[in-house]
């Protein structure tokens, strides 16, 4: 299947929507993009809120797969320009900040997605249940002069990020309110009968809300980010690997060496590798298996007590469950 390409620096400008809306062969009409038939039914709705606060409707759901590109912007070296995404759905699409091996998507229970703009990132939405939800961009300076009331704690994470030399990236889970209040904007925004004043009003109370939530954290929490829990995701696969030929080291083995709890593992691991510690670790314990008998050309008994079976027929049951075929079949044909 055809697959659409749309690569942006910025997503904000009159410009970058004209070029988005050349992707699906259709023009906008003031940031307006109608999704035509040939490429599925929906939305892309673009309104600016204030200077320095912009708003995106993603409602759309396409025929063909869409893969999104942001650049990573380091032309604005004093001010950095801040990405909140707020999914109604997540599970069409998958992302990569050039630190993973592979895409990734979004780990169960969270749908907000934050960014900076020094950030390249890749999205992916499949064909199926399309993207439904909004998102933000806020400039340094405007987040500076509507925040200049409030506590100065927030003040001063906003300007630690602004500083941080390396690009942020991390995943939250929304509150009930928040949630609320952008199905509200996405209800309001989709059908247009409310005013942008309304909706600029929802949108404040949305930023409000995000900053003073992530600031009441340590710094080093939130800079660090929870995307970077794919790096201990990396570690524990690498535990997997390195006890092919023994036994499975457990989950709270696993745990303790990542400094993570175990429900937090068990969660990203699967987020990551699209199946449990366990069942990853039978899955490449029976690839090292195959790879045994083919290249290292070994007796079924012996891969057996390579990989430490007590049984032989243990073993068996296991390769033939993963391979479909057994793995005296395996060494018949490779004969």
Known sequence: MDKLHYIFTEIDSDE????????FNTSDAK???????????GI???????????????????????????????YKKAEKQFHIGYLLNTDSLAFNNNTFSKPMRMPQGMNIMFFSSDAEMDFEIEVGSGLHGIDLSVSYSWLMQEFSEFDSQIQLFIKELNEK????????????????????IFSAGVSDLKSHL??????LLLVAEFFRKISSRSTKQVLES??????????????????????FPGVDAIAKKVALSESTLKRYFKTVFKR?????????KMEHAKRL?????????????????EKVSSFIETFKKHHGYSPGHLKRKSA
């Open 16 to 23: 970058a929507i004209s070029k988005l809306a050349e992707v």
């Open 31 to 41: 940031g307006l993009i109608q999704i035509p038939p040939s490429h599925g039914t």
């Open 44 to 74: 892309i709705k673009r309104v600016k809120l204030d200077d320095g606060l912009v708003m995106r409707i993603w409602d759309f759901n396409l025929n063909k797969p869409i893969s999104l590109h942001k650049n990573a912007d380091h």
């Open 165 to 184: 030399q390396f690009p942020t990236t991390f995943l939250e889970s929304s509150s009930p309110e928040e949630y609320r209040v952008v199905s509200d």
């Open 198 to 203: 309304h909706i600029k009003a929802e949108a």
């Open 226 to 247: 929870k995307v970077l829990y794919y790096d201990k995701m990396m570690l524990a696969e690498k535990m997997l690997e390195e006890n092919l030929e023994g036994i």
């Open 276 to 284: 449990s510690l366990y069942e990853h670790y039978l899955e490449i």
């Open 293 to 309: 008998m083919l290249e290292k050309h070994v007796t079924v008994n012996e891969v057996a007590s390579i990989l430490n079976y």
